[in-house]
């Protein structure tokens, strides 16, 4: 159930027909969040929903008769090294989220909107990624390990990090067609020391300013 409630808001979203901007997963590991992850990312790609059995059944149902395949930007924390280009074949190099993000989305146009704050390795802010989001038209963000991503960064790299997240939700509250789906850890314990729990509450707090925060499984389901 929580899949398929999950799976129903992206279609809304990216079909510009309401739907959540954000969605925050968030339970123990082996809780459902990379599977619900990676059906949120076939939705997003398929251009056509006929091939996805029981996809294409519940866009009917939510009266959504147009479809076309979104924008994907995939962030995995855990397989990212700090101090390498996130890009790593046929691509700018690019060290910073939003970097990454805005050229998966919009290309070199994108890139170059946010490329002063790339260069300086600073929150470029949500208004600038307002700009980023509409350049590229119904995009799908996936979010996963970003807290142990982010407890290897320095105090500064950590804060712009931190920061750029909440700016990010922002936008994407404030853009039609765009879906931000993170996950997060479920307790301080996943965190993975000091660092790491300092970004779990920090971003529990960013993801509950605008998220609907889905079980993508009950233990039993998983």
């Known amino acids: 159930e929580g899949l398929k409630r999950v799976l129903g808001s992206t279609l809304q979203r990216l079909a510009r027909k309401g739907g959540d901007p954000v969605i925050g997963l968030q339970t123990s590991f082996g809780g459902g969040k990379t599977h619900t992850m990676l059906a949120a990312f076939h939705v997003a790609s398929s251009g056509d929903l006929r091939m996805l059995p029981g996809v294409f059944e519940l866009a009917e149902k939510l009266g959504i008769s147009t479809w076309s395949a979104a924008k994907v930007a995939v962030f995995v924390g855990t397989s990212k090294g700090t101090d390498v280009s996130l890009v790593l074949n046929n691509g700018p190099k690019v060290r910073t989220l939003w970097g990454y993000i805005a050229w998966r989305l919009a290309g070199d146009a994108g890139l170059a909107l946010v490329a002063e704050a790339e260069a300086a390795g600073t929150n470029p802010g949500s208004e600038l990624m307002v700009e980023v989001l509409r350049l590229a038209g119904p995009s799908l963000i996936l979010l996963d390990e970003v807290v142990a991503y982010a407890r290897q960064l320095s105090d500064d790299r950590f804060e712009a990090l931190l920061s750029f997240v909440q ?42 300013r605008v998220q609907s925060p889905w079980l993508p499984a009950a233990g039993d389901e998983t």
């Open 167 to 208: 700016s990010l939700t922002e936008a994407a509250k404030m853009v039609p067609g765009t879906l931000v789906i993170g996950s997060l850890p479920e307790s301080l314990a996943e965190a993975g020391g000091p660092k790491g729990e300092q970004a779990l509450l920090r971003l529990e707090k960013v993801f509950g």
